[in-house]
């Protein structure tokens, strides 16, 4: 079945970078772009990026535009989101989500599971 | 970036009953509109996609209506695993969720 498995999370401190993975199974996955979306504790979904099916085109919310780097190893089924100058308001459960073009709309499906990161010092 | 709201924020309901939850855009979406079921500690499920199709899987009591700036998701006849929280998202542009609607039980 198809699968995505983040890794990466942990405490930071503030200043820091950090690295998240999605590793993805079950499917083609050359074939389809990825999202990264983020829920900081007790809130809601915030998208932050997605890269297109063969990595060339990337789009990211203006909140990380430019501290964060979304990237992807084709060869490895990994998508990564490189998180820098990390802020205690970046704390947060990552997700990664696969990009499902329908030609008339797009969604995300599926999810991972999710991997918390935690900028404290 | 296209503003979602979603309304109610919150609602109680018993096993059996009707629930509607609205999602509005800021601008049209068409029919880049879809919903998610969220679990504590889980990440977020595909419900519905393009406004009203059901994703496999998912029970027939879930329905959702709508296109350009308004939209609606129901289940018809709530059952104890249906209590989480739901959200909407456009990908009409960059992507954007609503805040969310958490279903209780009453």
């Known amino acids: 079945q198809v699968q995505l498995v983040e890794s990466g999370g942990g405490v930071v401190q503030p200043g820091s970078s950090l690295r998240l993975s999605c590793t993805g199974s079950?499917?083609?996955?050359?074939?389809?772009?990825m999202n990264w979306v983020r829920q900081a504790p007790g809130k809601g979904l915030e998208w932050l990026a997605v890269?297109?099916?063969?990595?060339?085109?990337?789009y990211y919310a203006d909140s990380v535009k430019g501290r964060f780097t979304i990237s992807k190893d084709n060869s490895k089924n990994i998508v990564y989101l490189q998180l820098s100058s990390l802020r205690a308001e970046d704390t947060a459960v990552y997700y990664c989500?696969?990009?499902?073009?329908?030609?008339?709309?797009?969604?995300?499906?599926?999810w991972g599971q999710g991997t918390l990161v935690t900028v404290s010092s | 970036d296209i503003q979602m709201t979603q309304s109610p924020s919150s609602l109680s309901a018993s096993v059996g009953d009707r629930v509607t939850i609205t999602c509005r855009a800021s601008?049209?979406?068409?029919?880049?509109l879809n919903w998610y079921q969220q679990k504590p500690g889980k990440a977020p499920q595909l419900l519905i996609y393009?406004?009203?199709t059901l994703q496999t899987g998912v029970p027939s009591r879930f329905s959702g209506s709508g296109s350009g700036t308004d939209f609606t998701l129901t289940i018809s006849s709530l059952q104890p695993e249906d209590f989480a929280t739901y959200y909407c998202?456009?990908?009409?542009?960059?992507?954007?969720f609503g805040p969310g609607t958490k279903v209780d039980i009453k």
């Open positions: 989500a696969r990009h499902v073009d329908g030609g008339a709309s797009t969604w995300f499906d599926p």
């Open positions: 079950g499917y083609g996955f050359s074939q389809y772009g």
């Open positions: 890269i297109w099916y063969d990595g060339n085109n990337k």
């Open positions: 601008q049209n979406v068409n029919y880049y």
């Open positions: 393009a406004a009203s």
């Open positions: 998202q456009q990908n009409h542009a960059n992507p954007t």
